[in-house]
T-cell receptor, first 110, second 113 residues
Framework: GENVEQHPSTLSVQEGDSAVIKCTYS??????FPWYKQELGKRPQLIID?????GEKKDQRIAVTLNKTAKHFSLHITETQPEDSAVYFC?????????FGTGTRLQVFP | NAGVTQTPKFQVLKTGQSMTLQCAQD?????MSWYRQDPGMGLRLIHY???????DQGEVPNGYNVSRSTTEDFPLRLLSAAPSQTSVYFC????????????FGPGTRLTVT
């Protein structure tokens, strides 16, 4: 089955700096790669996603890149703000069964 | 729309007790899933369903049962609770055929003593 690895497990950045989180997946048939943000005590919320026929997608300060050959994808957050502090999860699926990475705790210091 | 709802929000069980975590969605989504979230372990898939009458196992199915008699409801049953099942449980749903955003319920925090 699918296995998703996520790094780093914790990431601390200064406000205004960029943050990058990386994930690898094992199932070459996976075709959907979402990223979720989870604030303390709340449910995960989708922030951006990418399908396997696209190499890069951007939404304001966040972007996701996908390398199908290497089976890895990354989340890029530019101009980080304190409100970006949260746990971020990557995931991979063939659209019905979503498998998550173990999460990255991002702390943005003012 | 209420989206995905879960009850109860909090539950404390003694070892060996049974209970059912309820999940319902009003978006007519075909796919529904149950996840458990433990510190440092991310969200792990317990069971999922691609439609009424169809269920399948996820990554960590042992100790849990599910059924899907209607499109709206997807209850998760713990037959004999164990301390290892102490966790936060999330139910989620998504629409078959896209868009593939998975909508999560608010979660149930379960403690087994």
């Amino acid at each position: 089955g699918e296995n998703v690895e996520q790094h780093p497990s914790t990431l601390s950045v200064q406000e205004g700096d960029s943050a990058v989180i990386k994930c690898t997946y094992s199932d070459s048939a996976s075709n959907y790669f979402p990223w979720y943000k989870q604030e303390l005590g709340k449910r995960p919320q989708l922030i951006i996603d990418i399908r396997s026929n696209v190499g890069e997608k951007k939404d304001q300060r966040i972007a996701v890149t996908l390398n199908k050959t290497a089976k890895h994808f990354s989340l890029h957050i530019t101009e980080t703000q304190p409100e970006d502090s949260a746990v971020y999860f990557c995931a991979a699926s063939r659209t019905d069964k979503l498998i998550f990475g173990t999460g990255t705790r991002l702390q943005v210091f003012p | 729309n209420a989206g995905v709802t879960q009850t109860p929000k909090f539950q404390v069980l003694k070892t060996g007790q049974s209970m059912t975590l309820q999940c319902a969605q009003d978006m007519n989504h075909e796919y529904m899933s149950w996840y458990r979230q433990d510190p440092g372990m991310g969200l792990r898939l317990i069971h999922y369903s691609v439609g009424a009458g169809i269920t399948d196992q996820g990554e960590v199915p042992n100790g849990y049962n599910v059924s899907r008699s209607t499109t709206e409801d997807f209850p998760l049953r713990l037959l004999s609770a164990a301390p290892s099942q102490t966790s936060v449980y999330f139910c989620a749903s998504l629409q078959a055929g896209g868009p593939y955003e998975q909508y999560f319920g608010p979660g149930t925090r379960l403690t087994v003593t």
